[in-house]
């Protein structure tokens, strides 16, 4: 017969189960079409179930789990209401639950009832304009109330700004969720701080402290380095060996995320750099991190002479420590041939968290670089340097002007001999662009505005290209352009913008935005007949929307373009080419046809269709082509496509028009001919058509399986006085 072993003897063989092994225990997580039984709601803020994520008119919502979250921003900020829980049993040391919305203590909150009385409450973390809708971790410890009754209740009763709150996953656990402040000190050694980034992760504020200040504060996507999508970095160069560092941020109690940060003079995966799988070839994107507009695009001589190859200088909105839009830096490139790029490193880092460094322009000025660029806590500040782009110093004088607006375009006018600021200004309930003058860049005067133009202005002085027959002498026209890709063509005697026509017009199409082009570009020789001496007017936008899935880089600029101003029938129009420059990077010429006499005819004359592979084994390619398309029958609805590695490029004979991935731009026939330009990179499709006269910026990451450029034609005879492909091969310094 078997003996039961004594009780102690049990609880030696069978060690108690720690507190940390409990299983948690849900509350609710709101995942059903209806709030969970027994939860009950008064008012009308909660509406009549959980929020499938965000409402109608409220920012995007994000940080809860799942699909479905307490909202109370149901008919806006001016609804109330209470959401109240069943009662529960109090089992585990903490109640962890996530929560944004509104700070009004009291009135937009989550409450804990013990006993018919609040002994916790939690509002979100909003009380001003701007905020974020992310809903982040809270614990209560409850301990102290364990094995008692509780109910949750969620209040709104605040009907101003932020007026609502959001709340999800209310759960029990013995570990508490919510971050705690964490810091890690280092000695600077080398150059680079390798941070892991996960895209989604929820964001973390990191700031950087030397002596006690805050050197250094953003925001990032930070992660276990195991559980990393990828590798960013901060670069430390502007410390000097040996500072010690202190690196602060919120982690979940326990983390060992930042001890195990490393240094190092590398970068982060340094031998796989600029060759990754989505990589553009030749278009400029980040090393890692988001880039939108471009900023200040600016040429600099050689000092040793004209002999030697200036810098051309391209600044840009940069986000260094993740792949979406946010901590607004100053990146910065050069190079000597507006193809082969360098990264500089950041140009310009913002003051302090929330005042960013937003977009400007940049000036050349006798051998110094003038910067002018939007402070978003300060105003309009001007920067200049004396290196060659790669330090700038402050002026003592910024914000050298306050107002509404951002986003500052310096420019010398050498008739009025003073210095130009056109800004964005919003003014009196209306979007204009405003111009200021200063004789020195420091003390800056209003003195006009012109309305209807939306961000990032630039404004330029062009030569007009008459027509070949005219002997007249070239005349000069200033171009006023705004972030959509609009433009109106006027005089401008230095205070005010008096446009030819009130209409705006129209060069680029698709995705494209916040274009700036270059000051002091290399002057053009200009004909004999001419009073002017014009510089080039080189281009580069921003191709918003061209995205990289999977990358530690999104976003990227347009090829850099030259515009000319032409004489049109509806007056002065630009049109833009790829510079000449590009074409020296091509590589094997993989399709030609040029024939001597007339042109090749393709299409089969018993059906009108063709569809032919003119190259194949293709990744990036750049194409030059005239057609002569002549409909068969006007009810045959005549198309000629460009199969670009499986994107559709698409001539409507009819209509004259130009479509790709539902970007249309109207382009009319010349002679019987349309003229084309076509690049394509490994995350767009630009083309050129009409001899410049169109210009479209197309997000296109290329079929992965299909390398071939081919042509087809329906209902229309097609003409190819010249076709030639050529292969693109990397840009990018191995």
Sequence with gaps: MKRA?????????????????????????????????????????????????????????????????????????????????????????YLNFLIGGGKHSGKTCVNLIVGGKAVRSATGPNDKPGGSERL???????????????????????????????????????????LELTTHEIVVDRRYLHLPVKTGAPMKRMKFIVNGKVVREFDIELVDGGDADFWTFADLSAFPHKTTLTIETTLVSGSNTLFALTQSGDLPDSKKLYQEKHRPLFHYTSRRGWLNDPNGLVYAPDPRGAQYPGEWHLYYQHNPYGVNWGNMHWGHATSKDLVHWKEEGIALYPKKYGDWAFSGSAAYDGGELVLAYTSTGRGECIATSKDGGRTLT????????????????????????????????????????????????????????????????????????????????????????????RYIVGEFDGKEFKPDVKEKKQLWHGHFYAAQTFDNAPLIEAPLFSLIQPRR????????????????????????????????????????????????????????????????WLTNPKTAQLRKVVAEDLDA???????????????????????????????????????????????????????????VDRGSVEVFADEGRVAMSIAAIPVEKNTKLELHAAGADLGVPELSVWRMPTSWAK
């Design 621 to 679: 390619f750049d194409v030059q082509a005239t057609l002569i398309i002549r409909p068969v029958t006007a009810e045959a609805k005549p198309t000629v496509t460009f199969s670009l590695r499986g994107t559709e490029l698409v001539y409507d004979v009819a209509k004259k028009t130009l479509t790709c991935k539902g970007v249309t731009a109207s382009v009319p026939l010349r002679d019987g001919k349309l003229t084309l330009r076509i690049l």
């Design 5 to 93: 072993l004594p009780l102690l003897a049990l609880l030696c063989c069978s060690p108690l189960l720690a507190a940390d092994d409990r299983a948690e225990i849900l509350i609710a997580d709101f995942e059903g079409d209806t709030y969970p039984e027994g939860w009950k709601t008064t008012g009308t803020a909660f509406g009549k179930g959980p929020a499938r994520g965000t409402l109608p008119n409220q920012m995007a919502v994000s940080g809860f789990l799942g699909k479905g979250l307490v909202n109370s921003f149901t008919d806006g900020d001016a609804s109330t209401g209470t959401l109240t829980s069943p009662a529960f049993q109090i089992d585990r040391k």
């Design 394 to 485: 402050e002026s003592d004088k910024n914000p050298v002007v306050k107002h509404v607006g951002r986003d500052p375009k310096l420019v010398w006018h050498a008739k009025a001999n003073h210095w130009v600021m056109a800004v964005y200004e919003e003014f009196e309930k209306k979007q204009w662009i405003a111009f200021y003058t200063s004789p020195d860049l420091k003390n800056w005067t209003f003195a006009s505005r012109i309305e209807g133009f939306y961000e990032c202005p630039d404004l330029f002085p062009m030569p007009v290209e008459l027509a070949e027959a005219s002997k007249l002498p070239t005349k000069e026209k200033w171009v006023l352009y705004g972030a959509d890709a």
């Design 136 to 178: 982040d971790w809270r614990s209560w410890d409850v301990a102290e109330f364990e094995g008692k009754g509780a109910i949750i209740e969620i209040v709104d009763d605040e009907k101003g700004g932020w007026g609502h709150i959001n709340a999800d996953h209310f759960v029990q656990a013995d570990k508490k969720k919510q």
């Design 537 to 600: 007017r080189v281009q580069i936008g921003w191709a918003n929307g061209v995205t990289f899935p999977g990358m530690p880089f999104n976003q990227q600029m347009t090829v850099p373009v030259e515009l000319s101003l032409h004489d049109e029938k509806d007056g002065s129009r630009l049109r833009a080419r790829p510079v000449k420059a590009l074409e020296s990077l091509r590589a094997e010429q993989v399709a030609s046809e040029r024939p001597l006499l007339g042109a090749i």
